[in-house]
């Protein structure tokens, strides 16, 4: 059911994308089990604190009191993406690596993961002195090249297609360009020289708004706040829906070509009324989302000839809520519930590099008769 067709993405869609059908062996070491049931119960509840501060301070205390722990690869990982949603990105960059030198006894899936995120820590924040020093560049010239042979270790199908229909084209390609661009900058620094690259956000994304089409004596769009289902379990105001938003250039930014794509996410959890009063600011920032391979999103639009001061409305077309709705029938016995839905917009520029982001995030209501009067828990996939 829905809990096989949905998986963790945040800042890792691209790896699960590519990643392959099967884990090699490499991967038990990931999973192998501690000594004790003291040792994997404080883990567990280090790595299930939500709270990002909190998380970190127990994972502290956990390294301390195990440090020879087997659980140690899983204990980098989380510290990784920890600091990384809070955007520490030094101490992102330190566990990556502290992840990276345990080498082939962990999964290829998992690397991959850890070469992305360093390289995407590195250049958020690549213009700080504590990264342009001449043992920073190597060792990120070091991570970024074996990302790009990581990535060649994945084979693309014959007819270069997911499962789910999908090209793995355009995925492979986004890894080979991140990891291209942090070459690029980290091979310039250790000639002495800085790459523009490193710079603020050139493209602010403003003004994300939801349409859709409006059936009655005139067809027309009409902008709408939140989606609810009805008792016949349709969807109001209606399950196919486009995104509008505004691009805005900054005074540094070059005049050339873009991409901009889309990525969609759910916040799941099950039906209960606790979840019934609950904000898309009560989500705590390291939550668990989750995307499902029922909606095709990306959608990858070209932005010719976008310059420094200049505005431009962008229309994205063809979101259908209907087949990832029908993946949670009523009367399944998990009872989950897509709360929240997260549509995330990225612009890059001709490298590959990000040059502006923003998100929008729209509830969905499910019908009372779905709603069970249960304490919440956040559902969190495999």
Known sequence: MIGRKLFNIGRVGALLLLSCATRVAAQDQLQKPPDTTAEYNDFQAADGEKDSHVKIALLDN???????SALRPKSYRAYYLVYFSIKDYGRTIEYADKFLALGNTTDVGFRLEALMTRAQAFLANCSDASLQTPDSYARTRAAAIRGLQTVSQYTIPQDGMRGDGASVLPERERLEALFYT?????????????????????IEIESIKLFTRLVGDKREYAEFQEFRETKDLRVLPSAQFEVDCQLRGQPDLAVGDFLLWTAVDF??????QNYENMKADQIAPNASWAMSAEIQDLKPLPVYLFGPGETRGIGIKGFDLTKVLASFPVGDKDNLWPWFIRIRIHVQDRTGRQVGSAERIVRLSPDSSRKRLTSPSVFIPE
Do not use: H, N
């Not at 956990?62 to 020879?68: E, I, L, Q, R, V």
């Not at 916040?267 to 209960?272: A, E, I, L, R, Y």
């Open 267 to 272: 916040f799941v959890g099950p039906v209960t």
């Open 182 to 202: 942090v070459v690029r900058i980290s091979e310039s620094g250790l000639k002495g020289r800085k790459d523009d690259t490193c710079s603020t956000k050139k």
């Open 62 to 68: 956990f390294s301390a009191k195990y440090p020879d």
